[in-house]
């Protein structure tokens, strides 16, 4: 193997199933470069990105819920109602009912429990399609929105605001930089460090396992840990009283903990077990319906925390929130590669097709380009990037999706309703 595609396979990650990201990576950095230069270098100022963590925050945290169900072959067309309909209910409770707000927030996940409850219960025991589901979900909600907040906007409380539009504090010694945010990006290097030598010495424990080479793990640790420092500086070194946003610190939360959750738990398994091959899956002992049931009940809590993030930053709950939001989040789940019919997607590159399309947005505003050539420039965009990556597949050559089925052709044992045929064998050598 030559050392050009040594480095395509391992740097980001050593394995096929890590090495997922590696087209959309690259499509995010050259959309980045490309507005650095048209907008003469604003966009990766310290205040813009600030501003861009802020403003795209909950379509982040949308965006990992929605992919584990698109992973579990499921869709949800009622995530900005709901999520709208969560912003009105706590606001409402805080400014008329005196509801602290610690409580109120408390009182969104347990709204959005319930209502992923109510459409999961549809869903896992009724057997309606999560696509009829979710879209009634969606005019309910947003009705029900309006009906509570009688289509007025309602202001929140200033302690409520900080999970949306608050900043890590100051503290410690002037040293020009937000010290929290210093310290953050250098927990952040550690553990890339840390994570780096962990996977060589596990894998050298592996029998039969080919150790990463020492010179691909030393260029993606300095990778890493150089956008590491160049972001840690970028945020800690903004205007005074702002730094590494709150909503940001949230996300990254929710990003490790559903990271962990769907790579190494039988839980998170099951989930694409189901996607791949329900009928398979169920043969195995999965809870089908138990699946299903969580899956929706959990995309109902992320998008109520989403609605509240988005409420906390605007100050005001409002007729208008989350419209369209349930459109941003599934394409930043394709754009990072997740598979139509389930089963494939990481949380990852739902991120980081959530990034490309927040970067695009970004920079056509900055731009001065008008919202309906965005809308436009974001259509053709989607489907260039899935339209590119399906044509990639069929010529043989390199395909986000394509990289991503390998490993499920090649290990995934034949089903008892679909053996596998002597035809496939041979095509399959």
Same mark, same amino acid.
């Given at each position: 193997?030559?050392?050009?595609?040594?480095?395509?396979?391992?740097?980001?990650?050593?394995?096929?199933?890590?090495?997922?990201?590696?087209?959309?990576?690259?499509?995010?950095?050259?959309?980045?470069?490309?507005?650095?230069?048209?907008?003469?270098?604003?966009?990766?100022?310290?205040?813009?990105?600030?501003?861009?963590?802020?403003?795209?925050?909950?379509?982040?945290?949308?965006?990992?819920?929605?992919?584990?169900?698109?992973?579990?072959?499921?869709?949800?067309?009622?995530?900005?109602?709901?999520?709208?309909?969560?912003?009105?209910?706590?606001?409402?409770?805080?400014?008329?009912?005196?509801?602290?707000?610690?409580?109120?927030?408390?009182?969104?996940?347990?709204?959005?429990?319930?209502?992923?409850?109510?459409?999961?219960?549809?869903?896992?025991?009724?057997?309606?399609?999560?696509?009829?589901?979710?879209?009634?979900?969606?005019?309910?909600?947003?009705?029900?929105?309006?009906?509570?907040?009688?289509?007025?906007?309602?202001?929140?409380?200033?302690?409520?605001?900080?999970?949306?539009?608050?900043?890590?504090?100051?503290?410690?010694?002037?040293?020009?930089?937000?010290?929290?945010?210093?310290?953050?990006?250098?927990?952040?290097?550690?553990?890339?460090?840390?994570?780096?030598?962990?996977?060589?010495?596990?894998?050298?424990?592996?029998?039969?396992?080919?150790?990463?080479?020492?010179?691909?793990? &030393?260029?993606?640790?300095?990778?890493? =840990? !150089?956008?590491? %420092?160049?972001?840690? $500086?970028?945020? @800690?070194?903004?205007?005074? +009283?702002t730094s590494f946003p709150i909503s940001g610190i949230i996300l990254?939360?929710?990003?490790?903990?559903?990271?962990?959750?769907?790579?190494?738990?039988?839980?998170?398994?099951?989930?694409?077990?189901?996607?791949?091959?329900?009928?398979?899956?169920?043969?195995?002992?999965?809870?089908?319906?138990?699946?299903?049931?969580?899956?929706?009940?959990?995309?109902?809590?992320?998008?109520?925390?989403?609605?509240?993030?988005?409420?906390?930053?605007?100050?005001?709950?409002?007729?208008?929130?989350?419209?369209?939001?349930?459109?941003?989040?599934?394409?930043?789940?394709?754009?990072?590669?997740?598979? &139509?019919?389930?089963?494939?997607?990481? =949380? !990852?590159?739902? %991120?980081?097709?959530? $990034?490309?399309? @927040?970067?695009?947005?970004? +920079?056509?505003?900055?731009?001065?380009?008008?919202?309906?050539?965005?809308?436009?420039?974001?259509?053709?965009?989607?489907?260039?990037?899935?339209?590119?990556?399906?044509?990639?597949?069929?010529?043989?050559?390199?395909?986000?999706?394509?990289?991503?089925?390998?490993?499920?052709?090649?290990?995934?044992?034949?089903?008892?309703?679909?053996?596998?045929?002597?035809?496939?064998?041979?095509?399959?050598?």
């Amino acid at each position: 193997m030559s050392r050009t595609k040594e480095l395509q396979k391992n740097l980001f990650g050593g394995t096929t199933s890590n090495a997922r990201q590696f087209g959309m990576i690259f499509t995010l950095i050259g959309v980045i470069l490309f507005f650095q230069i048209r907008t003469d270098g604003i966009l990766l100022t310290s205040g813009n990105l600030i501003a861009l963590t802020q403003q795209y925050a909950y379509i982040s945290v949308l965006s990992i819920g929605m992919l584990m169900v698109i992973v579990a072959g499921h869709i949800d067309l009622s995530v900005g109602s709901v999520a709208a309909f969560t912003g009105i209910v706590v606001a409402k409770a805080m400014s008329q009912h005196d509801v602290p707000w610690p409580a109120g927030i408390l009182l969104g996940l347990l709204v959005g429990a319930a209502i992923g409850a109510w459409q999961g219960f549809f869903v896992a025991y009724i057997g309606i399609p999560a696509f009829i589901v979710t879209l009634a979900g969606m005019l309910l909600f947003r009705g029900g929105n309006q009906y509570i907040g009688n289509a007025d906007t309602v202001p929140v409380p200033p302690g409520f605001r900080t999970i949306g539009a608050g900043y890590l504090p100051e503290v410690g010694p002037d040293t020009g930089y937000n010290n929290l945010t210093l310290l953050l990006g250098l927990a952040a290097c550690v553990a890339v460090v840390w994570r780096e030598l962990h996977a060589r010495k596990v894998r050298k424990q592996m029998e039969g396992a080919e150790p990463t080479p020492l010179w691909i793990s &030393v260029i993606r640790m300095a990778v890493m =840990i !150089g956008v590491i %420092i160049f972001a840690t $500086l970028r945020f @800690a070194g903004g205007r005074v +009283g702002t730094s590494f946003p709150i909503s940001g610190i949230i996300l990254v939360v929710l990003v490790l903990g559903y990271s962990f959750y769907t790579r190494n738990t039988s839980g998170g398994r099951h989930i694409y077990a189901v996607g791949g091959n329900s009928r398979a899956a169920e043969l195995s002992g999965v809870k089908l319906r138990r699946v299903n049931f969580l899956v929706m009940m959990n995309m109902g809590i992320l998008a109520s925390l989403a609605g509240m993030i988005f409420v906390a930053r605007s100050t005001a709950s409002g007729p208008q929130d989350g419209l369209n939001w349930e459109l941003d989040a599934i394409a930043a789940v394709f754009i990072g590669g997740a598979a &139509v019919a389930g089963g494939l997607g990481t =949380i !990852g590159g739902a %991120i980081v097709g959530g $990034l490309v399309m @927040a970067v695009l947005t970004n +920079g056509l505003q900055l731009t001065g380009t008008g919202s309906d050539m965005i809308q436009i420039i974001k259509g053709l965009f989607l489907l260039g990037a899935v339209a590119l990556d399906v044509y990639n597949k069929k010529q043989g050559r390199f395909s986000i999706i394509g990289s991503l089925m390998r490993p499920f052709r090649s290990s995934s044992p034949a089903t008892p309703e679909e053996p596998a045929s002597p035809d496939r064998e041979k095509a399959r050598i």
